[in-house]
């Protein structure tokens, strides 16, 4: 894995890891523009990108991704739930360990 994809990915996990403990939707980052590695993958389909490489997904199909991501589209609009809150914490925890285990072996 190249160095900057690496950095991409940890970037990732890191953003991922915030989420997995924000309060309130409007502190949670899910869109593409918050991705360090759509940044560099999506504008060629993914290609490359470990989470495709991965999922053979383009879009973080067949991740937490897409969990957190509807989970999220509700408690934005609901965002005084609690459950909803714990239901997009889990997601995020969930796209953090699916992240960590896309990293190399070393």
């Known amino acids: 894995m190249e160095q900057r994809t690496r950095d991409a990915l940890e970037a990732s996990i890191a953003k991922w890891e915030r989420n997995a403990v924000v309060d309130a ?37 067949e991740t937490s991704y897409e969990s957190a991501f509807f989970i999220f589209l509700d408690w934005r609009k609901h965002s005084d739930s609690t459950q909803l809150r714990e239901k997009f914490r889990a997601a995020a925890l969930a796209e953090v360990e699916f992240l960590k285990s896309l990293r190399p072996a070393t």
């Open 25 to 61: 939707p409007k502190d949670a980052m899910v869109l593409r523009r918050h991705c360090r590695l759509c940044d560099l993958f999506y504008k060629n389909n993914c290609c490359g990108c470990p989470v495709s490489e991965r999922t053979g997904a383009p879009d973080c199909g």
